[in-house]
């Protein structure tokens, strides 16, 4: 277990810490985070949005004088990653809305992350200037050329310090490899290849080169009438570069190894959990669609999302998952209307903690759900502005089906389905939390006694 991540007991109590963003009255369509990634360190958090921009913000050195505060995260860099644009072929607008950030691991004084919309990925790199060099010869101080005739002198320039400045550059833009939307990036444990996955084929990169991609999965059918499932995400191992997963919409997973065939068209393990037909209706194929997969930080173990679950997986056992958590299973009487305003097809994320004993997924409401996979104890909290000071304790939250309803409790009638957490990610080694709600990112953190 790693030090400083405790289990989600009853001693762990959620402060709230931070919201950024404007209140929700005043945000556009452009302003909701569609993404969230913490880098390998936690030091750094991006997220993406639907205006195509990404913004990072860096963790604060926590101060001597006030020991029980943490470093707070404040704003390090924003760049427009991604604009709209225009496939002429099929006369489609391409949305710049930011799908997926992944991380580099750092190597030197710059970070690398990659972000990807529905068509393009772009690498980018990261990095900060404080010093500027001064005493050109062949340019004045503004930078116009001089003429060569009134140069008589040679100068040796020199560094002279300047305010911090954070640069962010595209180093690859990685185009054309995809004709459906891309879901997932991910980066490879060998950091020199990553694979992109779209509805119907997964494509593997090199990081070095952009005209071309090599193509691991497809799954598409010689005539279109047949197909019956579509990619929906997929990883790599964290430890393994030859083994990844992808999930399907029949909610199916397969784990494939690339040393047994460059198209990874026949999976090495299959992990289907047969369907009960006592719960047998019109949404079951909707609802069991996988949204997300995520492998756990050892490698040991898969977890799921689907509309109403999470699910843990033993790479050992393909046959059922070892663990299932009901995220909203009052919802299971709504599925009708849920349909009807197409919330049913919402692609919530989830995500482990640092010590993989504690998972974390979304809802609606803007509440999210974790699971203590050790002890089997679950609570609901809010991400809401109303209870947002500063370590104020997060209450948690109970959802009343029918009869009578108790004074803390909401009605499953009364849930707002426009407010959604559908993006969260945890510090990769503390107890630190990101949670995007609409337009506003929330940062949580244990309280620390």
Request: with cysteine.
């Amino acid at each position: 277990m790693i030090p400083g991540v405790q289990t989600l007991t009853q001693d762990t109590l959620w402060c709230f810490s931070q919201v950024k963003g404007t209140i929700e009255i005043g945000a556009t369509e452009a302003d909701i985070i569609s993404t969230v990634e913490f880098n390998h360190t936690g030091e750094l958090l991006a997220t993406g949005d639907k205006g195509g921009r990404v913004v990072i913000f860096q963790r604060e050195q926590e101060s001597k004088n006030q020991v029980h505060r943490r470093g707070e995260y404040n704003v390090y860099s924003t760049f427009q990653s991604h604009e709209p644009e225009f496939d002429y072929l099929k006369s489609l607008e391409i949305e710049e809305k930011i799908n997926k950030i992944r991380w580099l691991p750092q190597q030197n004084a710059a970070y690398f992350l990659l972000s990807t919309n529905d068509k393009t990925v772009k690498l980018w790199k990261v990095s900060e200037r404080d010093k500027r060099p001064e005493g050109y010869n062949l340019k004045d101080e503004e930078g116009r050329l001089r003429d060569p005739a009134t140069i008589t002198t040679l100068r040796v320039p020199v560094l002279r310090p300047m305010d911090l400045m954070v640069e962010a550059t595209p180093r690859r833009v990685f185009a054309n490899a995809h004709t459906y939307h891309i879901n997932s990036i991910s980066v490879n444990s060998d950091y020199e290849t990553y694979m992109s996955a779209d509805d119907l084929r997964i494509n593997l990169w090199n990081f070095e080169i952009t005209n071309q991609s090599f193509n691991i999965v497809d799954i598409k059918p010689a005539n279109m009438e047949e197909l019956t499932e579509v990619i929906t995400a997929a990883e790599f191992h964290p430890h393994h570069c030859n083994t990844f997963v992808y999930s399907s919409s029949k909610g199916t997973i397969r784990l494939c190894d690339m040393r047994a065939s460059a198209l990874c068209d026949r999976h090495t393990k299959f992990f289907e959990e047969p369907e009960d037909p006592s719960n047998r209706s019109f949404f079951s194929e909707i609802i069991s669609s996988i949204s997300d997969v995520k492998f756990s930080h050892s490698g040991r173990y898969i977890m799921t999302r689907d509309y109403l679950t999470v699910k843990v997986w033993d790479l050992n056992m393909e046959n059922r998952p070892i663990e299932t958590y009901q995220v909203h299973d009052y919802l299971r009487s709504k599925l009708c209307s849920l349909y009807e305003n197409d919330c049913i097809f919402d692609k919530f994320e989830c995500v482990w903690n640092g010590s993989d004993s504690v998972i974390m997924t979304g809802s609606y409401n803007n509440f999210f759900r974790m699971f203590d996979r050790n002890t089997k104890r679950d609570v609901t909290l809010e991400a809401s502005r109303e209870n947002s000071k500063p370590r104020a304790i997060l209450k948690p939250r109970k959802v009343c089906v029918g009869g009578k309803r108790r004074k803390d409790e909401i009605s499953v009638d009364s849930l707002d389905f426009s407010k959604k957490i559908l993006h969260t990610a945890w510090h990769p080694s503390e107890n630190i939390i990101a949670v995007a709600a609409t337009n506003n990112l929330y940062i949580f953190q244990d309280k620390v006694n």
